[in-house]
């Protein structure tokens, strides 16, 4: 499985969703390309726990750029299921493939409509274009 | 700076942006957002003071002979047309287009008071050095902020004196900073602006030394720079002239890239 950027939905905070059909109950979360390009060098991301119940539109983590540190704020609500701990250890893959490598934790559902007020790749490059 | 913290996650669009300058009622240490609580016993004396942690990263603080400034922009405020500060276009200052340490808030502010500091003869300059460590690098950086080293930040000779810090919400963007008077006793290896170690770099001419004396005296108050290196308090004349002079560089750097009507609190 190879996740593309036109297959996701966003928040206009820059994070991304994504749900496989064969798992249709859990969001797979992440920031996108236009995010990771704005914070550039990144050098610290504090990842949630598993377990812990996430709110849509609230933080969930907190990343560290050089140069500022900015909260992530989960496009679902629900309950967080897995984490990508290796993440924090190669931040760098994230400017290679935020899309898949970048994956930063999966989230069970407890609203899947809420992915329906998300913005679509056409609405959320529109945004980023007109910033 | 928790008064920092609710402003910045109470700040509404099209609210008032915020300028604050304060000190500490006794040496405190604030360290930086991921930074570890027991690093701060690898420095004698450090671990005993109280301590707190701030929402911006970077290195850890100790304010004692310092002042901090903090500014707070709601979201949707933008920043003005880069090199043009009559009310051009505006552009968003969300995600900034500028890249990395050049983030035009840090420069602008940081430029405003370098040029006053140049002003008064103090041979000050952004840094445009770095010891910024991304995770593929894995060295770990000073303990202390000072002993650290970011494009941006203001230098006297190889002294840094002063440096800032962000935090970029939904609701807007917190940015703070310290300016470093004099060292403490607990950190003899920094050197503040009163510091002799920074005074060598002043270019001491006739017209700098009457531009000094002309600015305490236009402060209501004529204070003798001490620079000795022993760690002594500066006086509260000293103190209070220079928050003046500090409110008035931040504000001039801000005005170059927002627009502010600025009102007194």
Known sequence: ?131 | MEIDEALLQNAQPDGPIVLRIYRWEQPTLSLGHFQKPEDRYAIPGLGELPWVRRKTGGGAILHEHELTYSLIVPDNRRLRSTGDSNGSELIDHRPAPSKGHSEKLYRAVHLALVRNLQGLGWNAQLSETCTCQTSKDKKPEPFLCFLRRSPVDIVIGQHKILGSAQRRTATGLLQHGSLLIRNSRLTPELFGLLNEACDPGRVKSEQSEKLVQQFWVNQGSVAELDVSQDGGKPTFDEIELWTGWMVASLKAGISEVLEVNWEQD
């Not at chain 1, 540190?69 to 609500?77: D, E, G, L």
């Open chain 1, 1 to 131: 499985m190879s996740i593309t950027p036109e297959q996701l939905r966003y928040c206009d905070s820059h994070e991304w969703a994504y749900v496989d059909a064969s798992v249709p109950d859990v969001a797979i979360v992440g920031i996108s390309a236009f995010a990771v390009e704005e914070l550039t060098d990144l050098v610290f991301m504090a990842l949630p726990k598993i377990g812990q119940n996430v709110s849509a539109g609230s933080e969930f983590g907190e990343v560290e750029s050089v140069k500022a540190v900015s909260p992530m704020y989960s496009p679902v609500s629900g309950t967080v299921t897995e984490i990508h701990s290796a993440l924090v250890d190669k931040l760098e893959s994230l400017s290679v493939d935020p899309y898949n490598e970048g994956w930063i934790m999966k989230v069970k559902m407890s609203d899947p409509s809420e992915l329906e007020k998300l913005l679509d790749w056409n609405a959320y490059k529109k945004q980023c274009e007109n910033r």
